[in-house]
């Protein structure tokens, strides 16, 4: 990782010097890092050099089960006007093991928002969706079939997080990504 800190460095540095040499827009170096609540800090990121060099950094954290907020690159001391908040447009559709036990945290199967919304669609009346503010996540279950996804009301609840905390927006979709 440390070698990853100088290269931040020496890209920035080339990025600056060829703005100061050329009639072309400043480029900005940006980059997208995998996240782990299980990664020990000795392999943990160069934050120092990423807060130094970067513009901006999204942290792919957005297929854990159980994202916690307070575990991002942020509380290593990185300006949250650095992150970029991923959003994504797909859910997960979960075999339970136990119908009774139906929050969140089980094996997961991915699907489009558009398979998503017809399961419902074709489930009709036995569709309960539920609403996790802690995750800001819509999920419902029916039998051992546990789906959660994000309609307009959770990424707005996204959004709105993202805002107050100055955090940068991108989203992503099952087969492929954008900003």
Known sequence: MFNMGVLFQEWKTAIDLEGTNSSQSL??????????????SSASYPIKAIQQHLNWVQVVASDYIKPLWSNLMGEGGLSANKLVLGLSFYGY????ENP??????KPVEGLTYGEIKNYIERNGPDVHVRYNSNYMVNYWTKGTIWIGFD??????AKVYYAKEKKLQVSYKRLFGSGR
């Open 27 to 40: 480029l900005i170096l940006t980059a997208k890092v995998g996240y782990s609540p299980t990664i020990s």
């Open 93 to 96: 559709a979960w075999t339970l």
């Open 100 to 105: 009774m036990d139906n929050d969140i945290n």
């Open 151 to 156: 309609d307009v009301a959770a990424v707005r």
